[in-house]
């Protein structure tokens, strides 16, 4: 039997992650056996995933993807109008093998959020200076 997992990354917000730009942090959770890490409850924001190995990651969109188990993260996201709020509960977990089948040894649940911020950056084509004049009405001044 493996030691309970032990969390690092303490539990609450993971922070806000502006829509449509990319996001990766590892979750932490020791153990004297390889932990694993899943989603049991809540949802991650749509187009944010977890791995096996507690890498949060991905480009936070405002609509889920129809494709379930999906592991990567593919397409355009769409505008995030509003902050949204996820809370999801994350599970660190050690296995063992019993007759030749891997089963759950241990575990620790803790809970999280994040938060997607709606709030597009403004990038700016035009140059610094004056807009709308031309030679002909600048003589006129």
Do not use: C
């Amino acid at each position: 039997m493996s030691l309970i997992p032990t969390w690092v990354t303490p539990p609450g917000s993971l922070g806000t992650i502006p829509e449509g730009i990319f996001y990766r942090v590892p979750l932490e959770a020791t153990s004297d056996s390889t932990v694993y890490f899943r989603l049991i409850a809540g949802h991650l924001p749509p187009g944010v995933q977890i791995n096996e190995t507690g890498i949060l990651a991905g480009n936070p969109a405002l609509r889920r993807s129809l494709v379930i188990g999906s592991t990567t993260v593919q397409g355009v996201p769409f505008d995030v109008t509003n902050d949204t709020y996820n809370q999801f509960t994350i599970r660190a977990y050690t296995e063992k093998v019993i007759n030749g089948v891997t089963v759950l040894d241990t575990l620790a649940d803790r809970t999280f959020s994040l938060t997607i911020s709606g709030v597009s950056t403004v990038s700016w084509l035009t140059p610094a200076g004056s807009i709308g004049r031309s030679e002909e009405h600048t003589s006129e001044l």
